[in-house]
């Protein structure tokens, strides 16, 4: 497993961007899917964006146009830009890694998460 670490969330008003960032560390990041997820209160952790490590993207619907999934293999960090935000973006946003170069969009293929960082959408 890797150790994983969000920074950048925070409030932001509808229409607005923000970026996120997640950290790896502890194993050697390749061969590692990452992937996005977030949980808003009362609702199950959703898939919002994944990327492998040669490149492969796959986003939810709701966010595809508006988000854009990076990572830097040689700095082992992955990112989540956020572009025209909404207040349905509001969550709790979650960083995952899996092994191997599939996509996955169930949070269950994940092994690896970080604590999670607060994104607020106001309108």
């Known amino acids: 497993q890797v150790q994983l670490v969000e920074s950048g969330g925070g409030l932001v008003q509808a229409g607005g961007s923000l970026r996120l960032s997640c950290a790896a560390s502890g194993r050697t990041f390749s061969g590692y899917t990452m992937g996005w997820f977030r949980q808003a209160p009362g609702k199950e952790r959703e898939f919002v964006a994944g990327m492998s490590w040669s490149g492969r993207i796959d986003y939810a619907d709701s966010v595809k146009g508006r988000f854009t999934i990076s990572r830097d293999n040689a700095k082992n960090t992955a990112s989540l830009q956020m572009n025209r935000l909404r207040p349905e973006d509001t969550a709790v946003y979650y960083c995952?890694?899996?092994?191997?170069?599939?996509?996955?969009?169930?949070?269950?293929?994940?092994?690896?998460w970080g604590s999670g960082t607060q994104v607020t959408v106001s309108s």
């Open positions: 995952a890694a899996r092994e191997g170069s599939a996509v996955r969009i169930g949070a269950a293929e994940y092994n690896s």
